[in-house]
């Protein structure tokens, strides 16, 4: 496993950072829909919370590929896996 560095961990800090406040407005979706909201604003919100998590998978994605180029995995198999990974991020 390689060491993580500076930029590895505050991407970390800052993918956390945006999961806890994307917690809480699928809490305040959630708080919509209980109290009979119009659907188009809950469809706002809800679409608020998607663009967020998208974000957050960027970040995800930059680690896993910065950490991958570190090790220099070139064989094809590898190639492969980050082909399989990005395919995953743009279902």
Known sequence: MVK????N???????????AIIA???NAVKAMIEN???????AT???AVLNALR??????LRNFMDDYYKNKK??????DEVIDVLFKFIK
């Open 74 to 79: 070139t064989t094809e198999e590898a190639k």
């Open 24 to 26: 809480g407005q699928i």
């Open 36 to 42: 009979g909201r119009d659907c188009l604003d809950i």
């Open 55 to 60: 974000g957050v998978n960027k970040i995800i």
């Open 4 to 7: 993580k560095d500076p930029k």
């Open 9 to 19: 961990l505050e991407r970390r800090k800052e993918a956390a950072r945006r999961l």
């Open 45 to 47: 919100q809800s679409s």
